[in-house]
């Protein structure tokens, strides 16, 4: 090789690894450090049993690469500072002080954003992700419930001691990294590794590269919570028909006739002078009579597994146990998603969950065919009661923008509430104003419809003292066993009204307490309970086939005998011919429609997997892919996001009321 080559490729390695200021690449090492020590804390928390050794080498080559990738981004600024500082400045006192003052400031940080993620692990056992996007909006929720559930001024004074004696150790090896005079090659170098390899990495690292093995606990180990934050950032949204398998419109539309959904074809627009139909239907079995009211409780995270009337042994769920007994108990009831707005989407509106954020969240989400607006046109006074603040995850402005009068924690008065955290009044105490509202509402002899969202089962699981036999805060256990203390004492009560005899009172859970597991839809950590109680009209029965969170509000239109049950994508358990045993459950990019024993999975970049359903324990396998069941979930993902986009989802205007016998 001529020397006219090797001198110019010398002065490149040289101005790059011998005379280029350190200090980069000390904050690099610092950095990969903790988020390599922040995989193998994971790690442990989450065990072995879990996460077989096997997977632990992939697992941290690609959690390098991931870690790579967030260091170049966040050493960018500190080169592009380092390519500008005028040399006089480098071995000045007061910018000695300045860098270590800096540098104490981004370890801590960094070390902060570390507890934080084995915080958000705990609970959900994920990294960053789409949740942790809608917890950097609601900041006062978020910090309050930090706060009150951690020492959180104990792990921060822990952690500036320690970064700060570290720093000081570290005092005179960062003086060196960052005293050497500066060339303008050098800076010129310094640029452009700021501009080009954050271009570079950004180019080549995906976050869909975390996947390697059917094991949902290795893929979120090797990522990086940054990088999965940031990814989250970008996918907010995904249009279906963009990153997903699709079909033909009209073999969607006949598909979904064939399965008896009657919802407004897609892309077809529902006419603006459209009246819903009166007329009469039967009386739904198995009731003996019609409710003329209706309360729809919906639980924050209550797992079926939590309440003993679905096989839970330690006694957290006496009132809710006893309802079952006394009421119908649903086995086989699976949420639609992992979030509070998933649930409150599929309890409201009757739809699989469309891709990305949930139409609670959404524009352009007024006037939808909601059970409350339906309700609502057609003579009943429809309600939405949340404990907490209704402006958290847009439910004040969804309900009532879908004709619902929402009562929040700012409604109720101050007399009334004895008790309250950062997430809301104590179940008990908005129990309270329920039962005030509800006296109010039947004196004007106008049927109710009444959706109430608890808010106690939820960190920090505080309550007031004296209630259960568990003290506050008493974690998962406490705050469930808490919730079923106001469940039970609301049903009492209500007991004593005289509009009880003609109330149906419906309990359900928004969603899981927790889907993490080792597939990437874990079919258990959907299943939630399902009561219907209503002593005077329903006998205490057990209802077996599968349902779907979606179902509950048309079944609900239909027990009411009223119109609109075909403006869902659910369908009426109830209904006539065989049930739809069919459930949809999701996160915010996988979405599963499970039927037959199979689990069928539509993943972005149009993938598909189908999963093998174990019947007693719901563990799922790998299994051929069926083309049928996977027409089904195109046809019924495809057009509820259609529907939505376009507009066809909206409530059609009611003829006058004419009671159904």
């Known amino acids: 090789m001529n020397d006219a080559y090797e001198l110019p490729r010398m002065t490149i390695v040289r101005i790059l690894t011998q005379k280029m200021p350190r200090l980069p690449l000390l904050v690099g090492l610092i950095l990969i450090g903790i988020n390599t020590l922040t995989r193998f804390i994971l790690l442990g928390n989450t065990g072995i049993e879990l996460v077989p050794m096997a997977l632990w080498p992939v697992i941290f080559a690609k959690g390098l690469w991931f870690d790579l990738t967030v260091t170049v981004f966040l050493l960018a600024p500190l080169m592009i500072y380092e390519a500008v500082l005028p040399n006089r400045w480098r071995n000045?006192?007061?910018?000695?002080?300045?860098?270590?003052?800096?540098?104490?400031?981004?370890?801590?940080?960094?070390?902060?954003?570390?507890?934080?993620?084995?915080?958000?692990?705990?609970?959900?056992?994920?990294?960053?992700?789409?949740?942790?996007?809608?917890?950097?909006?609601y900041t006062q929720e978020v910090i309050g419930n930090i706060r009150e559930s951690y020492p959180v001024g104990m792990i921060v004074s822990a952690i500036a001691a320690l970064v700060g004696i570290t720093v000081l150790l570290l005092r005179r090896t960062v003086q060196r990294a960052d005293s050497r005079p500066v060339d303008r090659a050098q800076r010129a170098a310094l640029v452009l590794a700021a501009l080009l390899l954050p271009a570079l990495f950004l180019r080549l690292a995906n976050v869909d590269q975390m996947t390697f093995a059917d094991n949902a606990y290795a893929t979120e180990l090797s990522g990086n919570g940054l990088f999965s934050l940031a990814a989250a950032m970008r996918r907010n949204e995904l249009d279906y028909e963009r990153f997903y398998r699709i079909i033909p419109h009209e073999v969607a539309n006949a598909t979904?006739?064939?399965?008896?959904?009657?919802?407004?074809?897609?892309?077809?627009?529902?006419?603006?002078?459209?009246?819903?139909?009166?007329?009469?239907?039967?009386?739904?079995?198995?009731?003996?009579?019609?409710?003329?009211?209706?309360?729809?409780?919906?639980?924050?995270?209550?797992?079926?597994?939590?309440?003993?009337?679905?096989?839970?042994?330690n006694g957290v769920t006496p009132n809710l146990d006893a309802l079952a007994r006394e009421g119908m108990k649903f086995e086989q009831v699976f949420a639609t998603g992992t979030r509070t707005v998933r649930g409150l989407e599929a309890l409201s509106l009757g739809t699989p969950p469309v891709p990305g954020q949930a139409i609670v969240r959404r524009p352009g989400n007024a006037h939808l065919s909601t059970l409350g607006q339906l309700l609502q046109d057609q003579g009943v006074s429809s309600y939405f009661f949340y404990g907490g603040y209704g402006y958290f995850d847009n439910m004040n402005a969804y309900f009532s923008a879908n004709d619902y009068k929402v009562i929040d924690r700012t409604d109720f008065p101050k007399a009334s509430v004895q008790f309250e955290n950062i997430w809301g009044v104590a179940d008990e105490f908005m129990f309270d104003n329920v039962l005030t509202t509800f006296d109010a509402s039947s004196a004007t002899d106008k049927p109710f419809f009444a959706h109430i969202m608890t808010t106690t089962n939820h960190r920090p699981y505080t309550y007031p003292d004296g209630r259960i036999d568990i003290p506050s805060p008493g974690g998962r256990e406490g705050g469930v066993k808490y919730t079923d203390y106001a469940i039970g004492k609301f049903i009492r009560e209500a007991k004593t009204k005289p509009w009880f005899k003609d109330t149906l009172f419906v309990i359900v859970a928004d969603h899981c307490a927790s889907v993490a597991g080792k597939s990437k839809l874990p079919v258990k950590n959907y299943h939630i309970p399902l009561i219907?109680?209503?002593?005077?009209?329903?006998?205490?029965?057990?209802?077996?086939?599968?349902?779907?969170?979606?179902?509950?509000?048309?079944?609900?239109?239909?027990?009411?005998?009223?119109?609109?049950?075909?403006?869902?994508?659910?369908?009426?358990?109830?209904?006539?011919?065989?049930?739809?045993?069919?459930?949809?459950?999701?996160?915010?990019?996988?979405?599963?429609?499970?039927?037959?024993?199979?689990?069928?999975?539509?993943?972005?970049?149009?993938?598909?997997?189908?999963?093998?359903?174990?019947?007693?324990?719901?563990?799922?396998?790998?299994?051929?892919?069926?083309?049928?069941?996977?027409?089904?979930?195109?046809?019924?993902?495809?057009?509820?996001?259609?529907?939505?986009?376009?507009g066809a989802l909206r409530a059609p205007r009611s003829a006058p009321q004419h009671q159904a016998p």
């Open 532 to 646: 219907f109680y209503a002593p005077g009209m329903l006998a205490p029965s057990t209802y077996k086939p599968v349902v779907s969170q979606i179902d509950i509000a048309p079944t609900l239109l239909d027990i009411l005998g009223k119109s609109g049950v075909d403006q869902f994508f659910g369908r009426s358990i109830f209904a006539a011919g065989q049930p739809q045993e069919r459930a949809f459950i999701s996160n915010y990019q996988e979405l599963g429609y499970m039927k037959n024993g199979v689990l069928t999975v539509l993943l972005p970049k149009q993938q598909v997997e189908s999963y093998r359903v174990d019947p007693q324990t719901w563990a799922t396998t790998p299994a051929e892919i069926d083309p049928a069941l996977l027409q089904e979930a195109i046809a019924y993902y495809q057009t509820a996001s259609a529907a939505f986009k376009s």
């Open 256 to 313: 979904l006739q064939k399965l008896d959904v009657r919802r407004v074809p897609l892309g077809v627009l529902p006419e603006p002078a459209a009246l819903l139909p009166q007329t009469a239907s039967a009386l739904a079995a198995p009731l003996s009579r019609r409710p003329r009211n209706l309360v729809l409780i919906s639980v924050e995270s209550l797992s079926a597994s939590f309440v003993g009337a679905y096989g839970a042994t």
């Open 92 to 137: 000045s006192r007061w910018h000695g002080v300045l860098r270590l003052i800096w540098l104490w400031v981004t370890v801590s940080l960094l070390l902060f954003a570390a507890v934080a993620e084995l915080t958000f692990w705990l609970e959900f056992s994920t990294r960053f992700n789409f949740i942790a996007v809608d917890y950097l909006i």
